[in-house]
């Protein structure tokens, strides 16, 4: 397997993760903004959600390369009306679990409410996403450190 194969196996499997993303920020918006429209007239009690997920690209200063993240995060209310899965978005939205962490199920369960079974649904995909995501970026370091190897050699 070659690094341009790799590479374009990773920004495959990134596309697919922020369709995924997008299809569930979508939803969230549009479930958040009935809520707040409800809570308005006072026909619900509800509380908006602001935990969503979003993929980041970290990229290494000294070699270039970059690995991906997916993360779910707590957004503000400013922060939520204006993104999608965008990458590298800076904004004030915090990490609720480690950028390492396979799986955020458990999480989930103990802070979202209403979203809860579609933010399950939606964690039993990109688990799966973060898996595949870590054994190509690993390959890939594998086959970058192969490289300099035979760089410093010859």
Sequence with gaps: MTLEHLLAEKEMLADEVRMEINAYWEWFKARNKEISQ????????????????????KVSKASGSYKYYVVWKQHSRKFREKISS?????????????????????????????????????????????????????????????????????
Excluded: C, F
């Design 38 to 57: 409800l809570r308005k007239t006072g026909q619900s009690k509800s509380d908006t959600s602001s935990i969503a997920p979003v993929i980041e690209k």
């Design 86 to 154: 965008n990458t590298n978005v800076k904004g004030p939205s915090l990490p609720l679990h480690s950028y390492k962490l396979t799986s955020a199920t458990h999480i989930l369960i103990n802070k979202t409410s209403w979203d809860r079974d579609e933010a399950i649904e939606l964690e039993s995909k990109l688990e799966r996403y973060r898996i595949a995501l870590n054994t190509i970026q690993q390959a890939e370091m594998k086959i970058r450190v192969g490289i300099r190897q035979l760089s410093k050699i010859m």
